[in-house]
Each structure stands twice: as C-alpha cells, then as structure tokens.
C-alpha cells in the first residue's frame, strides 16, 4: 500500500491551504485516514482523523475550527483544508491510513496506523 501527499508549500499567515493523500494498493479496501504533523525539535502530534466512511472525524484542539477534514471512500482519498494559518502550524504534515472494516471508526493515537506517507511540509510565514 502506497499513501502520498500533496499541497503543502509556503503561505503566509491567515492564509488557507488544502492538503490531499491518496492511499493505494489493495483493490476493495477502506482505510481510516489522519493527518499528523511534525515540527522541528517536536515530536510527531495528530491533527486530524476521519473514519473510511467519512461520517466520523475528529480534531485535535489547536487546529479545531480552522480546519476540515473530508474523503472520498471510493478513491481512498482524503482531504485536509487549513484556514486562518499560523506560524505555528509551521511542520512536516504527514498522511496515515489503517486498513479497516469498521466504517465508522476515527483512529487518533500514530501506533494504530499501518500505512504512512513521506510528508509534506508546510510552511507559514509571520
């Protein structure tokens, strides 16, 4: 299974930008997908989770309001779309999928995930 990411780059801040991941490689499977990002000196921290059905999804409290996860199931992609950004949110932003059954269930915690992209970085200037 192949997971890559597309859209990051530079911004400035209060600017938006929409982050894409593709999960490919096994036909007929579903995925639960998040977002998690890492900052220099930081550790890895989760962003955002949706369930491969895309009725669940769940955020992590610093991009909670500004941010919306989405998917298409059908092509096992999933969306991220970041507003109102901050220098903050200055990190590597990486894709993870788990392959599940369970179409309602949202993953949060990293280990759960069986597949992960390279990263994208995304950078916000003040």
């Known amino acids: 299974v192949h997971v890559i990411e597309f859209g990051g780059g530079l911004v400035q801040a209060g600017a938006s930008l929409r982050l894409s991941c593709a999960a490919s490689g096994r036909t007929g499977s579903h995925y639960a997908m998040g977002w998690f990002r890492q900052a220099p000196g930081k550790d890895r921290e989760f962003v955002a989770a949706?369930?491969?059905?895309?009725?669940?999804?769940y955020y992590a409290d610093s991009v909670k309001g500004r941010s919306t996860i989405s998917g298409d199931s059908a092509k096992n992609t999933v969306y991220l779309e970041m507003n109102s950004l901050k220098p903050e949110d200055t990190a590597v932003y990486y894709c993870?999928?788990?392959?599940?059954?369970?179409?309602?269930?949202?993953?949060?915690?990293?280990?759960?995930?069986?597949?992960w992209g390279q990263g994208t970085q995304v950078t916000v200037s003040s």
């Open positions: 993870a999928a788990r392959l599940t059954a369970a179409q309602f269930v949202v993953v949060v915690e990293p280990s759960e995930y069986d597949y």
């Open positions: 949706i369930s491969w059905s895309g009725t669940n999804t």
